[in-house]
């Protein structure tokens, strides 16, 4: 049962334009939830986060908008630009424990085209 | 990369076979994590450290052992490889003692083919 969601594999957007990745989660009880960007043979990198008692977090050209009654999130990029092409996860955490795990969705494929 | 070195980067085993991967931070965080990552299923928790000796399973954690004595040093054992450990490995820490929201941050991956 995928409590994190990314219903859509990949997405193509021309440069400048805005691209809007979405996140749908099951679980209420996450309170923290995070994006990170994946290029190919690295390692995630951390993008922007969010907590659940918010409901917009802005770091330049990079925004994230949550939903607590939809149970969504999504990250808005603007403008695009061709090396933001990369893997995007969205990644929720469970609230109330001592612990830091991360549940991640299945990511998004972007590609920027110049 | 955060002071995160994985290794070995990429390795080719037989099934059967025992195969340890090691994670090590310069980064002196209490919190190490274990992920796979696999076409169709992104990032999945494999196991975790909350400290020296300290560490617990996560969602996929059949097959895999963890070790680690040392704050600095995380292991990751395939006792007996098989096929369907074939996977990109994935090293993270967490410096939660700083702040309770601070994110992970993840090695460069560890390729391994079990053939």
């Excluded at chain 2, 796979?36 to 992104?42: K, V």
């Excluded at chain 2, 969602?59 to 004595?69: A, P």
């Amino acid at each position: 049962d995928q409590q994190v969601k990314q219903n859509s594999p990949s997405l193509s957007v021309q440069e400048g334009r805005i691209s809007i990745l979405n996140c749908d989660y099951t679980n209420s009880m996450f309170d923290y939830f995070l994006w990170y960007k994946k290029y190919p043979a690295e390692g995630p990198t951390f993008l922007i986060s969010i907590s659940s008692i918010k409901d917009k977090n802005e770091d330049g050209r990079f925004t994230v908008f949550l939903n607590k009654s939809a149970k969504h999130l999504s990250l808005h990029i603007v403008p695009s630009q061709p090396g933001d092409s990369a893997v995007y996860f969205c990644a929720a955490r469970l609230g109330g424990g001592s612990n830091y795990k991360l549940t991640f969705g299945k990511g998004t494929l972007l590609t920027v085209n110049p | 990369d955060a002071g995160i070195t994985q290794s070995p980067r990429h390795k080719v085993t037989e099934t059967g076979t025992p195969v340890t991967l090691r994670c090590h931070q310069t980064e002196n965080h209490r919190y190490m994590y274990w992920y796979r990552q696999d076409p169709g299923h992104g990032l999945r928790l494999i196991h975790y450290s909350y400290g020296v000796k300290d560490t617990d399973k996560g969602e996929v954690s059949d097959g895999y052992s963890v070790s680690r004595s040392k704050t600095e040093d995380f292991l990751l054992t395939l006792e007996s490889a098989t096929s369907s450990q074939t996977s990109v490995y994935f090293c993270a820490i967490s410096g939660q003692g700083s702040s309770y929201n601070s994110p992970l941050h993840f090695g460069n991956g560890t390729r391994l083919t079990v053939t």
